[in-house]
């Protein structure tokens, strides 16, 4: 009988977790995986990779990465308002050529105004491209298969940053500073093969038309909405942390080795990338709701969060023991975000009108990019009072995503808060068809 049941529920997981069920999804599934490679190869050591390929200084291309990132928000509202009119996958086609583009000519943009010029048309794309991507989950997929589906993108991401960045030290190493312009390039064919990939599956929009007076004003009265948005502002901060705050705080308050925090990371993309579709799947399987499986996750962020504090307080002497306990730690934080980020990016994409599903993902994109603008001032200034009140601040903010999250299973649409298989969601938009071009 035990072994029937342990039958069942692995017969229950692999469906949810199930083989491809949309046509052409395999084509999108590595155009993604290609695509985050390909980003791999700069993002980990962006300052170092952009001071190489333009012979700008440090300070120069720091600032000037800032100020683009910033400018480059501006993205958002108009890739929504694109992504409205014209479909989610042809605006997704245009942000690979702008990518593309780009890291195509970075090699060559040595002066000041150049590098500026050719930062802010990534930047531009980079910032965009989340929002967009969300949108074609949503227009290709509805019910269980949209959280499949967030689980498979997550987990690709982590695997490809990481296979990337593997890649790109390998080619440096070998190639020394030339190196980083043959990382460039192959990121920019990355993003024309991503393309490619992603022009065999057609995307016929099954989606009512935008109403002439239907715009952002819609999404700001949306009060709902925003409050979704809001907590995955806070949310964001914590997923900010273990590439600004941790670092900082184990090799300073915890004076520990900075071998430590890389093995953190590298711990964390391999966890992200080897169990998010089992983890995803697994939630699936027992029905949870998606508010409370994200916020379940916001627990278990705070949770992660206190045990730094706990460890900031007690200071172990010996460093295998610290760095056993920072592991440990990473594994829990881990775990909140493989539980959180599929529910949560599901739940926002359900949640959003299908007429104006483009607009929705960049208010909501707005949250992450706010967060990542935000968050290393703000812990740099706690932090300077004491190691650990960024991680108290980071306990707090996420106990309330939780709190606000389950407050708002009231007020969200229903078939939003409750994951359906694709063939009971019922009085919905009818999905995009896809299908693999021949």
């Keep these: 009988m035990a072994r029937t049941k342990r039958t069942n529920r692995a017969a229950g997981i692999n469906r949810a977790a199930g083989a491809t069920r949309i046509a052409g999804e395999r084509r999108m599934l590595v155009a993604m995986a290609v695509d985050a490679t390909g980003s791999g190869m700069y993002v980990p050591f962006s300052l170092v990779f952009f001071h190489h390929i333009t012979g700008l200084s440090f300070a120069t291309v720091g600032l000037v990465l800032t100020v683009v990132g910033l400018a480059g928000l501006g993205a958002l509202p108009l890739a929504g308002s694109a992504v409205d009119r014209f479909g989610a996958h042809r605006v997704q086609l245009v942000l690979y050529g ?8 970075y090699p060559f943009a040595h002066s000041l105004p150049a590098f500026a010029a050719v930062a ?23 019910g269980t298969d949209r959280d499949r589906l967030q689980a498979s993108s997550r987990a690709l991401r982590n695997g490809g940053l990481g296979a990337g960045a593997l890649l790109a030290s390998l080619i440096v190493t070998l190639a020394g500073d030339t190196g980083f312009t043959a990382a460039a390039w192959l990121n920019a ?8 990939l992603m022009r065999g599956v ?5 989606i009512p038309a935008v109403r ?4 952002y004003g819609l999404v700001l009265r949306d009060r709902p909405f925003l409050a979704l948005t809001f907590a995955n502002f806070l949310n964001a901060l914590g997923y900010a942390s273990l590439a600004i705050l941790f670092p900082l705080y184990i090799t300073t308050s915890l004076r520990g080795p900075a071998a430590i925090s890389g093995a953190a990371f590298t711990l964390n993309t391999v966890l992200c990338a080897a169990g998010g579709v089992l983890v995803a799947a697994r939630v699936r399987s027992r029905g949870a709701r998606r508010t409370r499986s994200a916020a379940l996750g916001s627990v278990l962020f705070a949770a992660a969060f206190v045990a730094l504090v706990a460890l900031g307080t007690l200071r172990p002497g010996a460093v295998w023991l610290t760095g056993a306990a920072l592991l440990a730690i990473t594994v829990l934080y881990t775990l909140g975000e493989l539980v959180h980020s599929p529910s949560a990016g599901a739940l926002s994409v359900a949640a959003a009108p299908a007429a104006l599903r483009g607009r929705y993902m960049a ?12 968050a290393p001032s703000l812990f740099t200034v706690l932090f300077d009072m004491d190691g650990r009140l960024p991680w108290l601040l980071l306990a707090g903010t996420s106990l309330a995503a939780a709190v606000l999250l389950l407050r708002l299973e009231r007020v969200l649409p229903k078939s939003a808060v409750h994951p359906m298989a694709p063939a009971a969601v019922a009085g919905s938009p009818r999905p995009a068809q896809v299908t693999a071009a021949a």
Aim: aromatic share 10%; with cysteine; hydrophobic share 55%.
């Design 212 to 215: 002439p007076q239907a715009g």
């Design 98 to 105: 702008i990518r593309g583009a780009g890291f195509l000519l």
């Design 189 to 196: 064919a990355s993003f024309a093969a991503a393309a490619l």
């Design 120 to 142: 802010l048309m990534t930047s531009f794309g980079d910032r965009a491209f989340p929002a967009v991507q969300q949108s074609l989950i949503g227009e290709i997929a509805q």
């Design 202 to 206: 057609r995307v016929v929009r099954c």
């Design 363 to 374: 208010a909501y994109q707005l949250s992450w990019s706010l967060s990542a603008a935000v």
